[in-house]
C-alpha cells in the first residue's frame, strides 16, 4: 500500500531524514518508535505533503507515486494525518471540525456515512457536536482531530503521538478507538512515545535514529529485543505484546 524508498528530508543544512525505506501493507498498523528529534515527525509530514522530500527520494501509495504532491492531493489519494499537537480549529465546534475533514471528493458522497461511523467509534462526541473544541479535554480534543481525519474517507491514517499530554486513563480509551478503527481495515502508520501500548497495538515496527532506520521488526521481536526494551519499554524485562493493558 505505502512504500517509501531512499527518503531524504532537509532543513536548510541539516538532514533530518537520510535514506528512511519503510512500508506499510494494506490493514497493517506499523509504528515507528525513536527518540526526541529522530525525525518522527518530519518523516509523517513529508509523507503527507507538508515538508518537501529531497530528489530522489520515492513514495508510492498503491503503485501511484506521490511523491511532493500537494496535501490536498495525498488526502485525496487516501492518506490523512493527525498531526502533533492536533491541527485541530478550537474555535470552531466539534461539528464544525468534522465538517471540515469532510472537504475533498473522495469523502463527500459518504460523508453521512464517514460521521456515523466516527461517532460510533467516539460516542462521547455526539453529545458534544455543538462544543467548541478548545473547551474540551485533550482526550476529547484527540478524539476530534482522528475524527476529523477519519471524515476524509482514508486508507491510511498516519498518526504522530495521539497519546501524547493525555492520562493514563485517556490514552487507554485511545488505544481502544485505535483498535477499532484497524478492524475497519484501514491502515496505521504510528509514531508514539508510548511504546509498549503502540507495540500491542501495530503489527510491525521500525526504530529511527538520528534520520535513519536502525532496526525493525514484527511487534512481538521488537518487544523482546533487549535494546527496545531499555530504550522504549523502561528496561523491564522480558514484555509480551499481547499483555499490554
Ligand atoms: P519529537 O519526538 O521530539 O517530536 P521527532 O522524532 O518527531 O522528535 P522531528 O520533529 O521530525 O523529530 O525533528 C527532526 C530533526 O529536524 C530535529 O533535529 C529537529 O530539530 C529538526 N527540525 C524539525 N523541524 C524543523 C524545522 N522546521 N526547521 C529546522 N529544523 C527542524
Do not use: C
Request: proline share 4%.
Amino acid at each position: 500500500m505505502l512504500e517509501v524508498r531512499n527518503w531524504r528530508v532537509a532543513y536548510g543544512q541539516h538532514m533530518a531524514l537520510q535514506g528512511v525505506n519503510l512500508e506499510v501493507a494494506s490493514g497493517e498498523v506499523v509504528v515507528i518508535l525513536g527518540t526526541n528529534g529522530a525525525g518522527k515527525s518530519t518523516l509523517l509530514k513529508s509523507v503527507a505533503g507538508l515538508v518537501p522530500a529531497q530528489p530522489g527520494s520515492e513514495a508510492k501509495f498503491d503503485n501511484t507515486a506521490i511523491t511532493n504532491l500537494t496535501p490536498q492531493a495525498i488526502v485525496e489519494a487516501g492518506i490523512a494525518l493527525v498531526p502533533e499537537g492536533r491541527g485541530i480549529f478550537g474555535e470552531l465546534t466539534v461539528r464544525e471540525n468534522l465538517q471540515l475533514g469532510a472537504f475533498t471528493k473522495r469523502a463527500r458522497a459518504s460523508e453521512t456515512q464517514n460521521l456515523e461511523q466516527v461517532l460510533s467509534l467516539f460516542p462521547k462526541l455526539k453529545e458534544r457536536m455543538k462544543q467548541v473544541v478548545q473547551t474540551m479535554s485533550g482526550g476529547e480534543q484527540q478524539m476530534v482531530a482522528i475524527g476529523r481525519a477519519l471524515m476524509s474517507n482514508p486508507r491510511l491514517l498516519l498518526l504522530d503521538e495521539p497519546s501524547l499530554g493525555l492520562s493514563p486513563l485517556m490514552t487507554g480509551e485511545l488505544f481502544k478507538a485505535l483498535e477499532q478503527v484497524r478492524q475497519q481495515s484501514l491502515s496505521i502508520l504510528l509514531v508514539e512515545q508510548n511504546a509498549k501500548r503502540s507495540l500491542a497495538l501495530a503489527d510491525r515496527g521500525y526504530l529511527l535514529e538520528n534520520g535513519q532506520i536502525v532496526g525493525q521488526g514484527t511487534s512481538a521481536e521488537l518487544s523482546n529485543d533487549p535494546a527496545v526494551q531499555q530504550a522504549y519499554l523502561g528496561g523491564a524485562g522480558r514484555y509480551a505484546a499481547s499483555a499490554a493493558s
